[in-house]
């Protein structure tokens, strides 16, 4: 899963940090003001594994005497039949972009109350005309992480450019390309390659996209999703589709790493945090998001992840190095190329049909 960093990379990445960084380790202050007041009870929280600094939690329940429960998932899918469960406990939750918008779509989650986020003034207006298109307004979401999808690459291996999809087919680089194992990010390369939407309802483009996918099966080293970092890391690979934040840590761990958004474009993904409908402590929900939200403890989460924050007040206070890379925060004209996943409704079994088979073709 894109958002899983093992606990183990993150702590090299804080002692890297820790480094070359003029601020004092361990400042868990309040950039934005002491804003937290006792509220009690409890606060369950369902996330991605490794996705949040340890240290703010327990700061959170330090500061308002609320007892988190953190609850930790692997998919998206996995999220949504939690939330409709009948007996559903989560008080807060961090979906990606498309199921954001099918949650607003089916009425399960609460609309924000701003009075009680003032720090939700530190997310830039940048990453906001993101978000608008599947939550108008942040009525009901809030960005929390964002990255891209692209090619990594090893410089050692790879003698041309690497600026176009197209050179994932070439038959040059048999047995040495890694494919992503997901059914939205395969067939979203594919359909970019061809020209397509990465949203398309168009069944047609659908089936040319798999189509050429099946074509790509004997080129393919595999298709994995964080066991790719590792045969990149190891130069035991070329080429592989990889999530920017996976990207800039094997880049930091092998200088021979490189990583580029293609022409045709990509997927530029958002992780942002809800309220489901379901919240038995939303006093405490609310207060949790203004306090992730303040500038320096969103610093200190950024470091801790490793992906990009959509907070400005954040990276203001980060490393200069690492604001100024590319892959943890890429230009204008690059996310100009880049769309988000939107819910594609019941037209999602056209992809998944379409899955089924090239995994079948491709044995697994």
């Not at 369950?44 to 007892?67: A, H, M, Q, R, S």
């Not at 207006?125 to 009525?139: H, I, L, Q, S």
């Not at 929900?285 to 989460?301: G, K, S």
């Not at 924050?309 to 890429?330: S, Y």
């Amino acid at each position: 899963m894109k958002k899983i960093i093992a606990l183990v990379l993150a702590s090299v990445m804080l002692l890297a940090f820790a480094a070359c960084s003029s601020r004092e380790k361990g400042d868990y202050s309040f950039a934005d003001g002491d804003q937290y007041e006792e509220i009690g009870g409890e606060l369950n929280i369902l996330n991605w594994g490794e996705y949040i600094d340890p240290e703010l939690i327990t700061l959170f329940e330090n500061e308002t005497g609320v007892k988190v429960n953190y609850s930790e998932l692997t998919s998206n899918e996995e999220m949504l039949i939690k939330l409709r469960s009948a007996d559903c406990i989560y008080d807060l939750c961090f979906p990606s972009d498309y199921i954001i918008e099918q949650l607003i779509a089916e009425d399960m989650v609460l609309p924000l109350d701003y009075s009680k986020i003032p720090n939700a003034k530190n997310i830039s207006e940048r990453m906001k005309e993101f978000t608008n298109v599947f939550d108008p307004g942040a009525k009901y979401s809030l960005p929390y992480m964002w990255g891209t999808v692209g090619i990594l690459y090893n410089t050692t291996m790879v003698d041309e450019e690497v600026d176009s999809w197209d050179i994932l087919w070439d038959e040059k680089y048999t047995g040495q390309i890694w494919q992503y194992d997901s059914v939205r990010d395969a067939i979203a390369v594919s359909l970019l390659r061809l020209g397509y939407d990465i949203n398309t309802r168009n069944e047609a483009e659908v089936e040319e996209a798999k189509d050429e996918l099946i074509k790509q099966i004997p080129l393919l080293q595999g298709k994995g999703t964080d066991n790719i970092r590792d045969f990149m890391i190891n130069d035991k690979a070329a080429l592989a589709v990889l999530y920017s934040g996976d990207a800039l840590y094997c880049c930091d761990e092998n200088e021979n790493l490189a990583y580029a958004v293609p022409k045709e474009g990509s997927n530029v993904w958002f992780d942002n945090v809800v309220i489901p409908k379901t919240a038995k402590n939303v006093e405490a929900a609310h207060a949790f998001i203004n306090f992730i939200n303040d500038a320096n403890l969103a610093a200190r989460n950024t470091e801790f992840i490793y992906y990009s924050t959509p907070n400005q007040g954040a990276i203001d206070r980060l490393d200069a190095e690492l604001v100024e890379d590319e892959i943890f925060n890429p230009s204008d004209e690059v996310l100009s190329r880049c769309s988000v996943f939107h819910d594609l409704g019941s037209f999602a079994e056209v992809f998944n049909k379409a899955w089924i088979e090239y995994n079948t073709r491709s044995g697994k």
